[in-house]
């Protein structure tokens, strides 16, 4: 049974113990407490709502699905399809022959199926222009046959693809409307950690949902063109397409992806940089589509232990693990385990960076590429192609003329006659390369910074290794090169 005291009550007993707190507290304590500001308060989003709310649309798809038609339907006349659709297209009814009288009667051709048109899809978009151009993901409205986008003050419009981009899951759709209030767009660039950010859009279908939270992380790279905004703010299904925007009521980002183990909001949601949006846009509204540059290289993340053995400051760059036969970095002189620290002027302080800067130059333009190697910085200059798939593989075994192991733990033989004359290949591999994942067949083209060019001359360069620092091996293995680090013994 609950016990309530009256309010008098609770105030004498409220005052009483805040007068024995205050004789218990030391006197500088007290006086601490007299002096402490007060804590900032929490800020209102009434009017950056207010602001753009109105921008901000619902986004519904539909798709086209197959409908079989019923055997037994109208132009249908023979009733043995029933059993067919049933049992499948052989089956044939009990007294039905080959042959005779009683053969199986000449059926009619078969009927087109049918299509109908069911819901796909609930997203989020905002306006960026007056006359109807409007952004979203491109998993929003890709695969459907209906886009149709609706106001906050409940107006529908049909709307048209402009272009996409899977890479970077972008849409820029358009509805045949003028006057329009677009989202003014901000800079992403300037986003730092803690600063408040607002979400607007249509989670589960509740259109013109506003949630809030802080940007907990920036430049997150989790895919090949996009380094995401991480925030904290609420984004649920429905969400996607939606806009990221700053105290200021300006856009920076388009809400894309949550990181859950349930489906659901965890506290982790990831927006794509609204710099990185408009540079689509831009090709998207020319083109409809986004033609990117590439250089004809695969690349690797510099690990901190290996640039110190390369003698670079720090783990920065691109590691060239391979280069595209007669593709432009091999033109160009670029090299595998070349470090690429520079493209066009810009540094590359992490591997994902190279992608994107290359993906974002015209192709058929002069590129600056900046490498680290044997201890030197070089300069190269590459003709970007545009961007396709291409692969190559290599496998190549002779015998060994060499006997035992190293003191690297490895026994190397020369390459093939017609394998160029760069490196030896990996006979066998014991104890510390092996822990180092080296196998037979991987070849080894450079210790430290000096090239293999033989099995003689490699034996020189092991023997002369310094015991108290470990040796950095350039690996290649299926034409993918990757920096190894083995002490030796």
């Known amino acids: 049974m609950a016990f309530h005291l009256p309010y008098t009550a609770v105030a004498r007993a409220a005052a009483s113990a805040a007068v024995s707190l205050a004789m218990a507290l030391p006197i500088g304590a007290a006086q601490a407490q007299a002096v402490a500001p007060p804590s900032a308060a929490l800020p209102d989003f009434t009017q950056v709502v207010q602001e753009t709310e109105s921008s901000v649309v619902n986004i519904r798809t539909t798709e086209a699905v197959p409908v079989r038609r019923s055997p037994m339907g109208p132009g249908n006349g023979d009733p043995s399809e029933l059993f067919r659709w049933f049992f499948g297209p052989d089956f044939m009814p009990p007294g039905f022959g080959q042959q005779g009288p009683r053969a199986r009667p000449k059926q009619p051709p078969a009927q087109p199926q049918g299509e109908r048109t069911v819901p796909r899809g609930i997203g989020s978009g905002f306006v960026i222009s007056a006359d109807g151009y409007i952004l979203t993901n491109n998993h929003v409205v890709d695969n459907s046959n209906g886009i149709f986008v609706t106001m906050t003050n409940g107006k ?20 045949d409307a003028s006057g329009l209030k677009p989202i003014p767009i901000g800079d992403s660039n300037k986003l730092r950690k803690g600063q408040w950010v607002l979400a607007i859009g249509s989670p589960f279908g509740l259109d013109s949902t506003v949630t809030a939270g802080i940007v907990s992380a920036i430049n997150r790279d989790t895919g090949d063109y996009l380094p995401f905004i991480q925030t904290d703010v609420a984004v649920n299904p429905g969400n996607s ?39 689509v846009v831009e090709q998207l509204k020319a083109h409809g589509k986004v033609t990117r540059g590439r250089i004809g290289v695969q690349i690797t993340e510099v690990q901190d232990d290996v640039a110190k053995a390369l003698g670079l400051d720090k783990g920065q760059g691109a590691l060239v693990s391979s280069v595209e036969a007669d593709g432009p970095a091999a033109k160009a002189g670029v090299h595998p385990g070349d470090v690429i620290t520079a493209f066009n002027g810009q540094a590359i302080k992490h591997m994902t960076d190279l992608p994107r800067l290359v993906g974002a ?47 690297l733990g490895l026994k190397v033989k020369a390459l093939p006659a017609d394998a160029g004359d760069q490196g030896v290949v990996v006979d066998q591999a014991d104890g510390a390369a092996a822990a180092a994942g080296i196998e037979p067949g991987d070849v080894i083209l450079r210790i430290n910074e000096t090239d293999v060019s033989s099995p003689k001359q ?20 299926d034409q993918q090169s990757q920096w190894v680090i083995i002490k030796p013994q």
């Open 361 to 407: 130059t015209r192709p058929g333009t002069s590129a600056t590429v900046q490498v680290w190697r044997k201890g030197k910085s070089l300069e190269l200059k590459a003709t970007v192609a545009e961007l396709d798939d291409k692969a190559a593989s290599r496998n190549d075994e002779t015998p060994s003329p060499n006997e035992g192991t190293d003191r």
């Open 156 to 175: 529908e419009y049909k709307a048209k693809v402009i272009g996409t981009d899977a890479r970077t899951d972008i849409a820029l759709i358009k509805i």
């Open 458 to 477: 490699y034996a020189q360069i092991v023997k002369g290794l310094d015991k108290s620092r470990p040796a950095v091996l350039l690996v290649s293995r």
């Open 241 to 279: 397409g939606g806009p990221l925007i700053n105290l200021q009521g300006q856009v920076v980002g388009i809400n894309s992806q949550i990181i859950s183990r349930s489906g659901g909001f965890m506290g982790i949601s990831l927006a794509i940089p609204i710099d990185e949006v408009m540079r």
